[in-house]
């Protein structure tokens, strides 16, 4: 049990009707999960208001009230809070609550639009190899050190985040590396969080559905840094334009990374092949598993955050080379008849690119080329024909077929693709709009030694239509499919 005079620490109170010196069981933001003495969190989301359930709360135990509006009628046996945000409160009311498990533990928090998941997971992956008990908070799992839970957004609420920490906390884990989104900023879900560093990958288009222009999407990412402390690092990617300005106003300790310019962790990329990557960073060569030159920048990343959490240049080393590639991450397999088949998440026009120019970089220009790709429904409607023209642009054959289509008209969002093909490569592409059909079709028109990119769904094991999660695995599917034709 808490005491609701506790909890409240940092929240920015505007009101408060009742008393605050009673304890409660525990804290919820979904109306339907309360019980007797919890605190109810009422939050204006984007689809619903949670002050519109504030009486099913009540009915259902809720002894406490957070909001920003209150009710026209205030009950006696109520504690009703008003607050300036409610998302900013929830985010200290949960920390509170759960004793602050951030302090507990260092936590790097990776910011971006490409390559958060990929340097997260590795670093988990690097500091478990260096022998210390981990926390992971990524897009696809969340590991408390050996034990693995199911992921459901890229940064999830203060609720789920403070609770998974302690957790974390309690098993005697030291680090934990963390994606932290831009929703996850603007809503405010990390405001409570201490952090003992932070990573900035680069910043493309993306997410123009929720925020209004990439002017406030680069701002929103770069309030993250504003706000770390003087006792953090700042790493930053100077190779992207948005770099600097991400360490404009921060206090943190700052450290650069570029393949391109003048940086404190430099690397020159001197093999690239399907075998792998053989960097020099600073003045070391080192061999590594992975592929492209997208993830020399997470490599040069990792050695930099595995440097400042006290890691030696030489052991930083070792452990790189050691690494595994990430579930859905340029993950490909090679079939008995030497088709090559890639599976990755690029689901933005820079990240389709980088992984399009990674196989140009590899490939022998005597096989073909062929690339899959859909955009999801319910997002950024801008993204779709500058994605389509890349993949037109820079494969030899492109399918356009279904993503996670949601609640849209799969149809529709193909032709919005379909849109943006330059009309020089509108003979390269097809369209197919059931995805497994669009993997069989690009398995059928390969030969021996041709290469398929399945783009855009990546780790994802489902495909949504219409709210339902349907079982789908490209890489599963492809593999099956492969084989059947090899048959």
């Given at each position: 049990?808490?005491?609701?005079?506790?909890?409240?620490?940092?929240?920015?109170?505007?009101?408060?009707?009742?008393?605050?010196?009673?304890?409660?069981?525990?804290?919820?933001?979904?109306?339907?999960?309360?019980?007797?003495?919890?605190?109810?969190?009422?939050?204006?989301?984007?689809?619903?208001d949670g002050h519109q359930f504030i009486d099913k709360a009540i009915s259902l135990g809720a002894s406490v009230v957070v909001c920003e509006d209150l009710p026209a009628t205030l009950l006696e046996n109520i504690t009703y809070v008003k607050v300036q945000n409610s998302n900013q409160a929830l985010s200290y009311l949960a920390a509170n609550y759960y004793n602050n498990p951030s302090q507990k533990l260092k936590l790097i928090g990776i910011t971006g639009t490409n390559g958060k998941t990929t340097i997260a997971s590795l670093l988990f992956q690097m500091f478990k190899k260096a022998g210390y008990k981990v926390g992971l908070l990524s897009t696809v799992k969340i590991m408390v050190d050996e034990t693995e839970y199911k992921a459901t957004h890229t940064t999830p609420d203060s609720l789920t985040i403070n609770q998974y920490l302690d957790e974390m906390v309690e098993v005697g884990c030291e680090f934990c590396f963390m994606e932290v989104s831009s929703h996850g900023i603007h809503q405010k879900r990390i405001e409570s969080l201490h952090f003992e560093g932070g990573v900035f990958t680069n910043l493309s288009h993306?997410?123009?559905?929720?925020?209004?222009?990439?002017?406030?999407?680069?701002?929103?990412?770069?309030?993250f840094f504003d706000n770390l402390p003087k006792s953090a690092f700042a790493i930053t990617n100077v190779d992207d334009k948005n770099g600097v300005v991400m360490l404009q106003n921060t206090v943190a300790r700052k450290r650069t990374y570029a393949l391109k310019t003048y940086a404190d962790f430099k690397a020159q990329v001197l093999e690239n092949q399907l075998s792998g990557l053989v960097l020099k960073i600073n003045n070391d060569e080192v061999w590594t598993k992975l592929i492209g030159s997208f993830n020399a920048y997470n490599l040069l990343a990792i050695y930099g955050v595995a440097l400042e959490l006290g890691i030696e240049s030489n052991e930083a080393l070792r452990l790189l080379s050691e690494l595994e590639s990430v579930s859905g991450r340029f993950q490909f397999i090679i079939s008995d008849s030497k088709i090559t088949a890639i599976v990755d998440y690029a689901h933005t026009p820079d990240a389709l690119e980088n992984v399009l120019k990674t196989i140009e970089d590899i490939r022998t220009k005597n096989e073909q080329l062929i690339t899959i790709v859909g955009c999801g429904g319910d997002r950024d409607k801008t993204?779709?024909?500058?994605?389509?023209?890349?993949?037109?642009?820079?494969?030899?054959?492109?399918?356009?077929?279904?993503?996670?289509?949601?609640?849209?008209?799969?149809?529709?969002?193909?032709e919005e693709m379909e849109a943006g093909v330059e009309g020089q490569n509108f003979k390269k592409t097809i369209s197919i709009l059931d995805r497994k059909q669009a993997i069989k079709t690009a398995c059928q028109m390969a030969n021996p030694g041709d290469i398929i990119l399945i783009a855009g769904k990546g780790h994802e094991t489902y495909q949504e239509i219409n709210g339902v999660r349907h079982d789908f695995d490209d890489m599963q599917i492809v593999q099956e499919l492969l084989k059947q034709l090899e048959k």
């Open positions: 049990m808490s005491i609701l005079k506790d909890i409240l620490y940092k929240v920015t109170i505007e009101a408060v009707h009742g008393s605050t010196d009673l304890a409660i069981n525990k804290i919820e933001f979904d109306s339907r999960k309360v019980s007797n003495n919890d605190v109810f969190v009422a939050i204006k989301g984007s689809l619903s993306d997410h123009l559905d929720y925020h209004d222009t990439f002017a406030e999407y680069r701002d929103v990412k770069k309030s993204k779709r024909p500058i994605m389509a023209n890349i993949a037109a642009s820079l494969s030899d054959k492109a399918i356009f077929t279904a993503d996670n289509p949601r609640t849209e008209n799969p149809q529709t969002i193909i």
